[in-house]
């Protein structure tokens, strides 16, 4: 019985372990830079796949920026008029918590319109799945032509895994 508990218990502490190692962070706009005008937006989130859990993170200058989510109908004409929420931080971090979609303008006179690079406006749809957990392989002048990998998960996130796995040795040791 008391056997039984113990595998238990390690298969509970188990999942906790896997489902916080899969969660990806994300720093909008990055690597080519952050939450600011000049970035392509759409191309950014085309090499990405957002999964419940995921975070993602705007980082910009709160003098010259902001976050606001919106509707559909407000990202399409990038409206404030009735924000979702409205952040201003600089570095604001938001975790996805289910499917569906998202919306995030700037909303500075100007910057979600702007032309060129489709404005400071990124639509995340949010997928069932799980992130990946490893990395992807290294770009750069061996890596040809290809398009660059899908962003993975912070340093954050592995620090937090390995700290989970920690969480799951010690119970084992307690148990024995």
Same mark, same amino acid.
């Given at each position: *019985?008391?056997?039984? *508990? ?6 509970? %502490? &188990? ?20 939450? !600011?005008?000049? =970035? #392509? ?12 859990? !995921? ?10 920026? #902001? ?5 559909? %109908?407000?990202? !399409?004409?990038?409206?404030?008029? @009735? ?8 570095? !604001?971090? =938001? ?9 995030? =303008? ?17 639509? =995340? #749809? ?7 957990? @490893?990395? %992807? ?17 912070? @340093? ?13 040795? /010690?119970?084992?040791? /307690? *148990? &024995?």
């Amino acid at each position: *019985m008391a056997a039984a *508990m113990r595998i238990a218990l390690l298969a509970v %502490a &188990a999942m906790a372990v896997l489902s916080t190692a899969s969660a990806a962070t994300y720093n909008v706009g990055e690597p080519a830079g952050a939450w !600011d005008l000049g =970035i #392509d937006y759409g191309s950014w989130v085309s090499s990405k796949k957002f999964h419940p859990g !995921d975070t993602v993170v705007f980082k910009y200058s709160p003098q010259s920026h #902001d976050v606001v989510e919106v509707t559909k %109908a407000g990202y !399409d004409s990038c409206s404030t008029a @009735s924000p979702i929420a409205t952040l201003k931080t600089g570095n !604001d971090a =938001i975790t996805l918590t289910s499917t569906g979609t998202r919306y995030f =303008i700037c909303g500075f006179a100007g910057h979600c319109t702007t032309t060129g690079t489709g404005g400071m406006k990124v639509q =995340i #749809d949010v997928v069932e799945g799980s992130s990946p957990s @490893s990395p %992807a392989p290294a770009s750069g002048p061996s890596a040809g032509n290809s398009p660059p990998p899908p962003e993975t998960p912070s @340093s954050a996130t592995s620090v937090g895994a390995t700290a989970g796995l920690g969480l799951v040795v /010690l119970l084992a040791g /307690l *148990m &024995a």
